[in-house]
């Protein structure tokens, strides 16, 4: 039988913390991809493998929340289609994308990436605003219900392409798509956006399964950690000041630009 060293497990414990710790920001403030994508990369896996496998990790979290929501997504059960159709084809061309940019390709475009998620993370709070202002507008113009055009359709296939494609902060940029379209009631909105999480999650999953990209040892121990922490995040949420989470989220954010745009955009000039 071989023997397990403290190296070879390490990069399978690092996976394991940042799962646990963001199953448990996502459970109060979101921002856990932010954890467990570095957590990938430091454990060996490329890049574009663990964007991919990454959001695979993270899928059970966001099926439970579907779970919860199932009142929810009933009262919108009509819409459901076609929101679907759009969602598995946006995040479908994103992660047939992401495998066409390649390893090397991905890892240029990581730092902007990262930057991106974590400034839409810093102001998500204004983003949100701005959308539920819009949004109250366009019901006091109309009360024909959400669209279902192509204006429609593009804002959202645009949105599940970059999900498909990378995936940070891509929950608040479906719940804005989806207040743009016309949906109000906040708990449907939610519960619409955590369905679409797990459809465009499913989609970079049968891409990377055909192409046998998934890193599996570190995905399931990346939906063992993220399950538990979750857990333990529902039952804190409550107490502990949602403030400090973002700002460390934040900081984790700005401080991934910094490492990336160092290891992919400077070092190499260094060789």
Request: net charge positive; glycine share 12%; with cysteine.
């Amino acid at each position: 039988m071989p023997e397990f060293s403290l190296p070879l497990l390490a990069p399978y414990a690092f996976i394991l913390i940042a799962a646990l710790a963001a199953g448990f920001v996502n459970a109060i403030a979101g921002g856990g991809t932010f954890f467990t994508y570095p957590a990938f990369v430091a454990g060996g896996v490329l890049p574009a493998f663990a964007s991919g496998s990454n959001n695979i990790g993270l899928w059970p979290g966001n099926a439970m929340a579907t779970l919860a929501y199932r009142q929810e997504l009933y009262a919108v059960r009509a819409d459901l289609p076609f929101l679907s159709a759009v969602t598995l084809i946006g995040s479908g061309i994103g992660t047939v994308l992401l495998l066409a940019v390649g390893n090397d390709g991905f890892a240029r475009l990581l730092p902007p990436l990262v930057l991106f998620a974590t400034l839409l993370f810093t102001y998500a709070e204004r983003v949100r605003q701005w959308v539920l202002q819009r949004a109250q507008r366009r019901g006091a113009a109309s009360q024909a219900g959400p669209s279902r055009g192509w204006g429609a359709a593009l804002g959202l296939g645009v949105v599940t392409i970059y999900g498909g494609f990378f995936g940070g902060g891509v929950n608040l940029m479906v719940m804005a798509s989806l207040s743009l379209m016309g949906y109000q009631n906040i708990q449907q909105t939610n519960a619409i956006k955590n369905y679409l999480a797990v459809l465009i999650i499913a989609s970079v999953f049968v891409v990377f399964l055909i192409q046998g990209s998934i890193a599996w040892p570190q995905v399931i121990i990346c939906a063992l950690g993220a399950m538990s922490g979750g857990f333990v995040g529902a039952r804190v949420a409550k107490r502990m000041p949602v403030a400090w989470l973002r700002a460390m989220v934040i900081a984790v954010g700005f401080a991934l630009t910094l490492i990336y745009t160092w290891q992919y955009w400077i070092k190499p000039f260094y060789r």
